[in-house]
């Protein structure tokens, strides 16, 4: 059995890759109908997993004018909203910005800020894993170390891929995978940490007893 409180991404390459999402459970919007199922799938959820790609800068100071795609994940699907192509992203604000549907998803104060400038999106209620979940004040927690922690399988993240171009009018499979796994894999490592974090106060409480 993997031990999980020894477990970090060095020891991750030995591990069984994580599968991630599967194609038929991630949907690229695009029309207004598809806008519409996301938000009737995403406005009901507790809580959502998030993530944003930029197209790459290759300048010192060069901004890349993103974000350029939106991710957005429940337990059992995933959404992708490519910005430049949608011209209502109405819907995907008042998610975004409901306080009552929390987003959770690994070193998002980038993300913020380039929703916030690019979008005036004012992005509420969001918890981001790097630092809640980092086990030193120095050391956030990334995800690959956290599904190698919690799940005993390794992420492949694909530098070739992250760094692709985001803003391409049509989105490669590996870039819609990639995409998706990245929303998805937070919500799910939340779920995770949480229930464990549970069952931990639960035997603390027993033992005061």
């Known amino acids: 059995m993997t031990d999980i409180n020894n477990m970090t991404a060095e020891t991750a390459p030995e591990l069984p890759p ?13 029309t207004t109908d598809d806008m519409q199922r996301a938000y009737t799938a995403l406005s ?16 010192k100071g060069q901004d890349s004018g993103g974000p350029h795609l939106i991710q957005l994940a429940t337990d059992t699907a995933a959404f992708l909203f490519p ?13 975004l910005e409901s306080a009552d549907i929390q987003k959770v998803g690994f070193g998002l104060s980038e993300d913020i ?11 509420a209620n ?23 922690k919690y799940f ?19 989105l490669s499979e590996r870039q819609i995978k990639y995409a998706a796994d990245d929303a998805q894999v937070a919500l799910l490592v939340y ?5 464990l974090q549970k069952q931990a106060t639960s035997r603390d409480s027993v033992t005061a007893a």
Do not use: C
């Not at 009901?44 to 300048?59: H, I, R, W």
């Not at 969001?126 to 190698?148: C, F, H, I, P, Y």
């Not at 779920?191 to 229930?195: D, E």
């Open 18 to 30: 994580y599968p991630g999402i599967q194609p038929q459970d991630v949907l690229l919007v695009r």
């Open 44 to 59: 009901v959820a507790d809580v959502l997993g998030f993530d944003t790609e930029s197209k790459p800068t290759f300048l």
């Open 83 to 95: 910005v430049l192509r949608l011209a209502d992203l109405a819907p995907v604000k008042a998610i």
């Open 113 to 123: 800020r380039r929703l916030h400038t690019s979008l005036g999106m004012q992005i």
């Open 126 to 148: 969001v918890l981001d894993l790097s630092r809640a979940m980092r086990e030193t004040k120095r050391n956030d927690m990334g995800a690959k170390t956290a599904v190698a």
């Open 152 to 170: 005993g399988m390794k992420l492949q993240k694909s530098k070739k891929t992250s760094t692709s171009n985001w803003a391409a009018a049509e």
């Open 191 to 195: 779920r995770t940490w949480l229930k």
